[in-house]
């Protein structure tokens, strides 16, 4: 039986490596899909890159093409499994999960930790990200023209097997919840030889690309990181910069905020960490600052000893919505960092 792991970030790799040597399962009975062009350096796994296209919203409007999209979408879950599986996600809210879940040859799917999501409870999250519920007309065309295959969207179904965590904390109120040891072994992964070496390093978030905070906003903000930062740097002090996954497919934005950081900062050399460097395995070398918005490294970097700084309350103070979500998060984030 093949074991299917979407990955898209650090934490869900290691998580996703720490379920399997909890189950022992062999690796050649392992596939990792790729989401938003993570990169790892894994061995030993077969890894595919999640490249559907998101043509969801055509399925009621142009029949044809929502045909063409499904069977598109079976035939890659065909491809991955000539026999049963089972699924892995951080969450059930994408259609390809759900469209995963409904294969014939699908045996049952877990939830696995992803982050600061993971930290909600089920109200919590969908308050969040509402379920999307299909409205009589879409559940009839689903009905008619798919055979039901579409249907609602939770951000977690209560369907799961298992809830894997790294710790008690997370899916709070979740039944079947397995709590793993060792998330984070002290191995380390490719580039982390280099990147130890890092004092202070800006963990970028994607909230201006997915337009939680308007540019202006965030930018004012930001800045004042920046001068927070001035006073920190010492002579000649390198300042490291890491993406979000999310900026690796929509690259406009962070590339303008990274030139912004090299304006700032003309007497400092500004290094960018590629995708494969994990900012988990960074926490483990020691004497890090990491500077974030809101981020889940928070919560796994303090875990491990370093030291983490938000400046979310700065850009807060320029946009009364992003404070008031910002005073929804889960509790384990405010604990794990000292605000700006």
Request: glycine share 6%.
């Given at each position: ?110 939830l696995m930790e992803e ?71 002290m191995a380390g992964n ?151």
């Amino acid at each position: 039986m093949k074991h299917i792991f979407l990955i898209h970030s650090h934490i869900t790799c290691e998580v996703a490596l720490a379920i399997i040597r909890r189950e022992h399962i062999a690796l050649e009975d392992v596939v990792f899909l790729l989401d938003r062009q993570f990169e790892t350096q894994v061995s030993g796994i077969n890894m595919v890159p999640l490249d559907l296209p998101d043509e969801y919203f055509l399925i009621y409007k142009n029949p044809l093409r929502g045909w063409r999209y499904l069977r598109r979408i079976r035939k890659f879950i065909d491809n991955l499994s000539a026999g049963d599986f089972v699924c892995y996600f951080p969450h059930t809210y994408s259609e390809f999960a759900n469209l995963a879940v409904a294969h014939p040859r699908c045996k049952g799917y877990s939830l696995m930790e992803e982050g600061l999501w993971s930290y909600f409870s089920v109200v919590g999250m969908n308050e969040v990200v509402p379920p999307a519920i299909l409205g009589w007309k879409q559940r009839l065309l689903s009905q008619v023209l798919y055979m039901g295959r579409f249907k609602d969207r939770y951000f977690c179904r209560n369907d799961y097997l298992y809830a894997y965590a790294t710790s008690d904390q997370a899916f709070p109120g979740f039944a079947r919840k397995v709590v793993l040891e060792d998330t984070f072994p002290m191995a380390g992964n490719a580039g982390c030889e280099q990147s130890c070496l890092a004092r202070k390093v800006i963990v970028l978030d994607s909230v201006v690309e997915t337009r939680v905070v308007g540019e202006a906003d965030f930018l004012a903000g930001f800045d004042r990181l920046l001068d927070t930062m001035a006073e920190r740097l010492r002579g000649g002090e390198a300042i490291y910069i890491k993406r979000h996954p999310y900026q690796y497919v929509k690259r406009g934005f962070s590339d303008r905020l990274i030139e912004h950081i090299r304006q700032k900062f003309p007497a400092h050399e500004v290094r960018e960490f590629g995708g494969d460097v994990s900012m988990e395995q960074m926490a483990l070398s020691g004497d890090v600052e990491f500077y974030l918005n809101v981020s889940s490294v928070s919560i796994y970097a303090s875990r491990l000893g370093a030291k983490v700084y938000s400046y979310a309350r700065t850009i807060g103070a320029q946009s009364p919505e992003f404070m008031g979500r910002l005073e929804r998060l889960p509790q384990v984030f405010r604990d794990s960092v000292e605000f700006i």
